[in-house]
């Protein structure tokens, strides 16, 4: 029996699950390399200056790094790294915790002891995740790593982990009561559960999304998680117009619609040294849960994600000749991208990045991220040479155009 966050896990037997395995995958879980390591991903800052220097850290934050070599844009196609060694079928152990959103989801130990969080389920996320990301690392700017698994076997999962984790972490009592007796879950002393969980049982996931954070530590004060673009545009007055007009104009490229601040993330970087009053001396911003993309927000709901006719229908420009900008998101999300004018610096930093991009690498970025193999798109979003059309038309709203009024 150990705890993990509000939750106790102990072994209790369960049926095994219905699926055959493959050859390729274990039966059982390897008795060694899913213990899960210790990861430290929050900065420590002095509580009694926490918020200030979090402000600080946002006002000095860098938006971008060196774009990728040719070389590897030639992997748009391929996992962002070898971290799993370009495999499509990985082995994973469940790790029940509390959960939140309207994804699917739950963490789990991978070999080495590293804990990811895994998206799952019929969610156009899944994929518009993995191009975001990929675009954005190759361009330059900060971003996690995403890695699309065609199988998922997860030792310990209950057919429907976030089902689970949804229900047993709910703030509403009753439903914890009503769904706890479903998942083995027993009330123990204080706020904690007791989470029966058979590591004999294993249950496979097709099309999965791995999510890997950009390497460094979270940036938080109490209540702050994250940052706004409108917080951003208020600290970082006078530095660096042209970098953060550049951010904000690949954010309108590729509809982010969902901008509220959580989505965003601030990080000290590996390799930053602290300044002497405990901050961090390299900090980095940038934009994180980038899955409500390539879509539109305006009409159908199932617009909104992978859909490329809305994707084309989303404005790159709100007024052209002043070069301003806005992204439409629903009502009453927490929006923070407030209406902005580009300045002629800032669309050319952007111009030069995107030139990088060949046809045949365009067209990799959506194969790479399987866009025609999700089942609920339309006919017109399962076509890659669709996607790959509406994005140059895109590109060419940004780079040929008369110049920004603004320098």
């Not at 000095?60 to 060196?66: E, G, K, M, N, V």
């Not at 001396?281 to 927000?297: C, I, K, N, S, W």
């Not at 407030?338 to 030139?355: K, T």
Request: charged share 30%; with cysteine; proline share 6%.
């Amino acid at each position: 029996m150990m705890w993990w966050g509000a939750f106790v896990i102990t072994v209790a037997p369960w049926f095994p699950a219905g699926a055959v395995a493959e050859q390729e995958l274990p039966t059982a879980l390897p008795a060694q390399g899913f213990v899960v390591r210790k990861q430290e991903d929050t900065l420590e800052l002095p509580r009694a200056d926490a918020a200030r220097l979090r402000r600080d850290a946002l006002a000095r934050a860098i938006l971008w790094q060196p774009p990728q070599e040719r070389s590897e844009l030639a992997r748009l196609r391929e996992q962002p790294d070898d971290f799993f060694g370009q495999k499509d079928e990985l082995v994973c152990k469940f790790r029940p915790g509390e959960t939140s959103g309207a994804t699917p989801k739950f963490e789990c130990v991978f070999e080495g002891g590293e804990l990811l969080k895994v998206k799952y389920g019929a969610t156009p996320e899944i994929h518009t995740e993995v191009a975001a990301t990929r675009l954005m690392r190759a361009l330059g700017a900060g971003a996690d790593r995403m890695y699309l698994v065609g199988r998922l076997r997860c030792f310990g999962c209950p057919d429907d982990p976030f089902a689970m984790l949804s229900c047993i972490s709910s703030p509403f009592g009753e439903r914890r009561r009503d769904c706890a007796p479903i998942y083995g879950v027993r009330k123990t002393s204080g706020k904690g559960h007791q989470v029966d969980v058979d590591y004999r049982r294993y249950v496979d996931f097709t099309n999965v999304a791995i999510e890997r954070k950009l390497a460094g530590r979270a940036i938080k004060a109490e209540g702050e998680t994250g940052w706004g673009w409108d917080e951003l545009a208020e600290l970082q007055t006078g530095k660096g117009r042209a970098e953060r007009d550049a951010l904000r104009l690949l954010a309108v490229f590729l509809n982010d619609w969902d901008n509220r601040a959580a989505n965003q993330r601030l990080v000290c970087l590996e390799n930053g040294s602290r300044l002497a009053d405990g901050g961090c001396h390299e900090p980095l911003a940038y934009m994180q849960d980038v899955g409500a993309t390539f879509g539109f927000v305006g009409g159908e709901k199932s617009q909104r994600k992978l859909d490329v006719e809305g994707w084309r229908a989303a404005p790159i420009w709100k007024d052209m000749g002043r070069c301003l900008v806005s992204i439409r998101s629903p009502r009453l999300h927490g929006a923070t991208f407030e209406e902005a004018e580009i300045s002629e610096a800032g669309r050319q930093f952007l111009v030069a990045r995107l030139a990088r991009l060949s046809r045949s690498q365009i067209r990799d970025l959506f194969e790479g991220a399987r866009f025609d193999a999700y089942e609920d798109a339309s006919p017109a979003s399962r076509s890659i040479d669709r996607w790959v059309s509406v994005f140059e038309h895109k590109v060419q709203a940004i780079s040929e155009r008369p110049p920004c009024p603004t320098p």
